[in-house]
C-alpha cells in the first residue's frame, strides 16, 4: 500500500487474488483441462467456462465418450486442485425429435441436470435451435433499457438528437449486435420482435410520431435496418475468420461438406461460402 510491501511469502494453491496478473495465470492453470478430454469430443474453453460436446446417431455412443470425458475432467481437477460444480454444471440434449430420451450422465457420483435452454457465454441456446428464447429475453432486456432514452428525451431539459443516438448504439444497439451471428439464423418472423426496439428506440431519439414511416426514420438517423447491420456483422466475422489461418473456425468455414449440408436442410440464414 503506497510505499509499504507486505512480506514475501510462497503461495501453493490457487492465484493471486486481485493482481494484474490474475487473470493470466488463472488461464494458464486451467488450460491444460483441455488436453485430457478425447479427441472425439468437442470443446470450448473460455477462462473458466467450458463447453464439451458431442454428435451421434446412436445415443448410446454419445453417453460414453461424454462420460469418460467427464471423468477425465474430475480426475484432473483432483490433481490440478480445481473443483468441478455439479450444481453449476449443466446439459442440453439438441434434438429435433419430439420422443428422444435425454443422455444420462454423471459429474463424480452426481446426475447431471439437462434443461431445454440453457445461458452460455452471453447466448441462450435452446435444445431445437430456434434462438427464440434468447430473442425474447434479448428483447425484454432492450425494452428495459428504453426508459433510458424516455428519460432523456424530455423536451423540455432532454439531450438533444446526437446524444440520444449515441446512448441507443452503446446501450442498446450494443447488446441487440452481441451474438447476432449466432441467432441470426433464426426465423424472420423471431427477429421481426427486435425491429420494434429498434424503430421504437429511433423515434425517441428523433421525436418523431408513430405514425412516421420506417424508411424515413433510417434516413433520418443515418441507421440501417436490423436485418442489413446483421448481415454487415456475420460478413466482417466471416473475413476476419478467413484472415486468420489459426482462426479455431476456419477448417469449419472452408469445409466443403458443409455446403451439402447446408443445400440438403437449408435455413433462413444466407450462405457465405
Known amino acids: 500500500m503506497g510505499n509499504t510491501y507486505s512480506n514475501i511469502f510462497c503461495q501453493e494453491e490457487g492465484v493471486p487474488q486481485g493482481s494484474v496478473l490474475s487473470v493470466t495465470l488463472f488461464v494458464l492453470a486451467i488450460n491444460p483441462i483441455l488436453s485430457v478430454i478425447p479427441q472425439t469430443v468437442q470443446k470450448n474453453l473460455y477462462v473458466d467456462d467450458l463447453h464439451i460436446s458431442c454428435y451421434a446417431r446412436n445415443m448410446q455412443l454419445i453417453e460414453r465418450q461424454l ?54 457465454l452471453g447466448i441462450v441456446f435452446d435444445k431445437r435451435l430456434t434462438c427464440l428464447p434468447h430473442i425474447a429475453s434479448l428483447r425484454k432486456r432492450c425494452l428495459r433499457s428504453l426508459n433510458i432514452l424516455r428519460t432523456l428525451s424530455n423536451t423540455s431539459w432532454g439531450a438533444d438528437c446526437s446524444c440520444l443516438l449515441r446512448v441507443y448504439r ?33 423515434r425517441l431519439c428523433l421525436g418523431a410520431f408513430r405514425t412516421s414511416p420506417i424508411p424515413s426514420l433510417y434516413a433520418e438517423a443515418f441507421e440501417p435496418s436490423l436485418s442489413s447491420r446483421r448481415d454487415k456483422l456475420s460478413l466482417s466475422y466471416y473475413f476476419r475468420i478467413l484472415s486468420n489461418d489459426n482462426h479455431p473456425l476456419r477448417r469449419t468455414l472452408l469445409n466443403g461438406n458443409n455446403n451439402c449440408l447446408f443445400n440438403a436442410r437449408p435455413s433462413f440464414w444466407t450462405a457465405y461460402a
Open 170 to 202: 452503446s446501450v442498446i444497439r450494443s447488446l441487440i449486435a452481441y451474438g447476432s451471428v449466432v441467432y441470426g439464423s433464426a426465423r424472420p418472423s423471431y427477429l421481426k420482435r427486435l425491429d420494434y426496439v429498434h424503430h421504437q428506440a429511433l
Open 67 to 120: 462420460q469418460t470425458a467427464i471423468n477425465n475432467i474430475v480426475e484432473w481437477s483432483k490433481k490440478s486442485g480445481f473443483t468441478i460444480s455439479a450444481q453449476k454444471t449443466i446439459g442440453i440434449h439438441f434434438c429435433k425429435q419430439p420422443l428422444h430420451p435425454d443422455p444420462e450422465l454423471l459429474l463424480s457420483v452426481v446426475p447431471i441436470r439437462f434443461q431445454d435452454n440453457y445461458k452460455f
